[in-house]
């Protein structure tokens, strides 16, 4: 489970100003942005294309270009299911019907209580131990139903 | 003070997935409470991927493996006295003499898993350094001529000369020049970059820093995925390490040529392995595609010369120059040289990372090596090359891991993942994922991807629900045929692969009225 920040525009300056000075930080930028506060919230896009002196389009577009980068919070805990091949030969896609099942979400999807948001990925480079995951970023191998519940600290 | 018993658990990332930070806690806690004096060594992997978490101690004889194992083993493990390599059922002996390990040809893995990754003076005492000590005795000329004396290939996937690569940017005019280490590595079915970046991640810098000199770079980046937190973090601590002492900074080992290299996170999608798409992202834009020419060697990140290498290009580097090019050249076959780190995944029993000289069939990795299938059942298709690759059937299977030999059979080797899957695999299906696949990572640039990865999917939905199967199996290859002739890069123009290899390859599974799959499914 991770913890984030409330949104807080001076926090997010002070992100922005500690990155500003990289080659190409745009990226940089979004991705620490997201591990303070859960996500990259739409105030932030101004604020971004100002430091960097790029319009809005083009920092709206890189957003919603990237799969990792999130514009709403997610659950408590973020669990990204690897849908590869590799995963899919040891029944990937049987065991994520019964997860979405069982929490009744379907992908990019938070469970109704704000517990659990679920996530499809491509590869972890566990494609020798899948079905694979990251579980709040941990590495997960072999997963199954009870796995999951257990990392969760869910009953059912 | 009693001596201290060395004791090895992998901190590598599948180690990780199978509760290897768990089995180093129990441990610890049943060393203290037994008294016993051990130092735990978190390392990489050794590769043999179905025995992790594989734990090594120490002892008279050498080193002694045991697992896999799990916390609850570890009461057991010590009351076996394993810390002298006492007799226990997960007991491997030596890992260096297990078959699976002992068969292979390791040069660019030689420390992979052995070493502690954030010791200098460990991978220095294993033979690392040796190439940069070579190359620092050498011009930028001499070091690409060692380069194209190894035959060499981009082990990213197209499995292009890197010598040219090198000298184009060598020669290349300007006041600034990039090295980019492509550690992407998207593909399904392959973590080769990833258990070295884990594992021994001065290989890679090593290598890096070669490659600024031999072209006169003075800054790297290592554009990394973000599925790969371990290798994010171990990347960072060994380059904290390097700088520190003297390897990279502004005078490389003391030689007066400044060098040095950061990580940049990728953000989850696969089109950025694609070179051009990568270095936008890298300037901080969306990954679309750029058209080439020009080429990155001469107007690559921000407009500068850049030489773009995959992680095991750039790995390869180190023994290349401390062994010369000529000998790693008398390893492969026919213009497939040296050696290639095979990722054995999937439905398999014993998979893992097999480094080998080019020129073993398919069989005998998945036979030999892989021993079968992990579900006990018949293997069916095995799929190499990512999901850019072909689906192979068992009268493939002969084939030699070359890329030529992958090409004639239009297959392909990319960075050499093999994916096996049983028989209750339904080819039609994966035909199905490969263009859904296209669709939800395709950079849009170009209409024949974008559009055609979408109508793929729906017409693949006909076939599959057995609407006029013909017909549309009939547009399916005219979809694959635009796809491949009308792409602007290999992302549109060889997802037709994996669909076509299916369709030619396992025709019974498009025959909606009898698929053998779906019988056996429904058992
Ligand atoms: C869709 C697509 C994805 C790719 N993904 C990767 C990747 O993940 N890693 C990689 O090294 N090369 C990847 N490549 C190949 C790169 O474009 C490029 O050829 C490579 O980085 C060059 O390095 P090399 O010559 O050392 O192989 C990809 C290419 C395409 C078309
Ligand atoms: S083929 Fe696909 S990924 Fe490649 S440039 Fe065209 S739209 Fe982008
Ligand atoms: S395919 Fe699932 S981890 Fe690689």
């Not at chain 2, 992958?406 to 392909?412: E, I, N, S, W």
Request: charged share 25%.
């Amino acid at each position: 489970m991770t913890a984030y920040e409330p949104w807080n525009a001076e926090r997010a300056s002070q992100i922005i100003a500690e990155h500003a000075a990289l080659e190409g930080a745009t990226l940089p930028i979004m991705h620490a942005m997201q591990e303070a506060f859960g996500h990259v919230p739409d105030a932030a896009v101004p604020m971004i294309a100002d430091a960097l002196n790029l319009s809005r389009a083009e920092i709206h577009g890189c957003l919603t270009f990237y799969h990792d980068f999130r514009r709403q919070p997610a659950g408590r805990h973020v669990v990204k299911l690897c849908r590869a091949e590799a995963c899919q030969s040891v029944g990937a896609d049987a065991l994520h019907a019964d997860i979405k099942r069982e929490l009744n979400v379907d992908w990019h999807e938070t469970t109704a209580d704000g517990e659990v948001t679920i996530e499809p990925v491509f590869c972890l480079g566990l494609c020798t131990c899948g079905p694979a995951a990251l579980i709040d970023g941990k590495p997960v191998g072999a997963l199954d139903v009870g796995k999951l519940r257990a990392a969760l600290g869910r009953s059912h | 003070m009693a001596d201290v018993t060395k004791i090895y658990v992998p901190r590598d990332m599948a180690a990780l997935a199978m509760g290897a930070d768990d089995v180093a806690a129990k441990i610890e806690t049943v060393a203290e409470k037994s008294g016993a004096a051990i130092e735990i060594v978190r390392n990489g992997s050794r590769g043999l991927l179905w025995l992790e978490p594989m734990v090594e101690v120490e002892t008279g004889e050498g080193r002694i493996a045991y697992g896999p194992v799990a916390a609850s083993d570890v009461e057991s493990l010590f009351a076996s006295d394993f810390l002298k390599g006492g007799a226990h059922k997960l007991r491997l002996g030596k890992p260096e003499e297990i078959p699976w390990l002992a068969k292979q040809q390791r040069l660019t893995f030689a420390r992979c898993g052995i070493i502690d990754p954030f010791s200098l003076d460990d991978y220095r005492a294993y033979g690392g350094m040796a190439g940069l000590d070579k190359a620092l005795t050498l011009d930028a000329p001499g070091i690409v001529d060692e380069v194209k004396a190894s035959g060499l290939r981009g082990r990213g996937g197209a499995g292009f000369p890197a010598w040219i690569k090198w000298d184009t940017v060598r020669k290349a005019e300007a006041d600034r020049k990039y090295v980019v280490c492509n550690a992407d590595e998207g593909d399904s079915g392959t973590f080769a970059d990833r258990m070295l970046m884990e594992g021994d991640p001065f290989t890679l810098i090593e290598g890096m820093t070669i490659a600024g000199l031999a072209t006169g770079a003075t800054k790297g980046y290592i554009y990394l995925r973000s599925e790969y937190p371990q290798a994010f973090e171990a990347l960072n601590r060994a380059l904290v390490v390097a700088r520190r002492r003297g390897v990279l900074g502004a005078s490389v080992m003391n030689s007066g040529k400044p060098f040095d290299i950061e990580v940049r996170l990728g953000a989850g999608a696969y089109i950025c392995g694609e070179e051009t798409s990568l270095l936008e992202s890298l300037e901080g834009k969306r990954g679309v595609v750029r058209a080439k020419p020009p080429i990155p060697a001469l107007k690559g990140l921000f407009g500068k010369p850049t030489l773009v290498n995959n992680v095991m290009s750039f790995a390869a580097i180190p023994w290349i120059l401390s062994h010369g090019g000529k000998a790693y050249a008398d390893y492969g076959m026919g213009r497939s040289l040296g050696t290639l780190p095979i990722q054995l995944a999937g439905n398999v029993k014993r998979g893992g990372l097999i480094e080998l000289a080019f020129g073993i069939s398919l069989r005998e990795v998945i036979e030999e090596f892989g021993g079968g299938t992990w579900s006990g059942r018949p293997v069916r298709a095995a799929q190499v090359g990512g999901p850019l690759g072909a689906y192979f059937p068992d009268k493939l299977f002969d084939t030699p891991l070359d890329y030529e030999a992958f090409a004639a059979k239009k297959g392909l080797l990319g960075h050499g993942g093999i994916v096996v899957f049983d028989d209750t695999v339904d080819l039609a299906k994966q035909a199905r994922f490969a263009f859904e696949f296209c669709a939800a990572e395709s950079c849009g640039k170009c209409t024949p991807c974008r559009i055609g990865a979408t109508r793929g999917v729906e017409t693949m939905d006909r076939v599959i629900s057995g609407v006029q199967p013909e017909k549309n199996l009939g547009l399916v290859r005219d979809l694959c045929e635009i796809m491949t002739d009308g792409s602007l890069c290999a992302m549109g123009g060889l997802t037709p692969v994996p669909v076509m290899s299916a369709i030619d390859n396992f025709p019974e599974d498009f025959n909606t009225r009898a698929r053998p799959s779906v019988a056996i499914a429904a058992e």
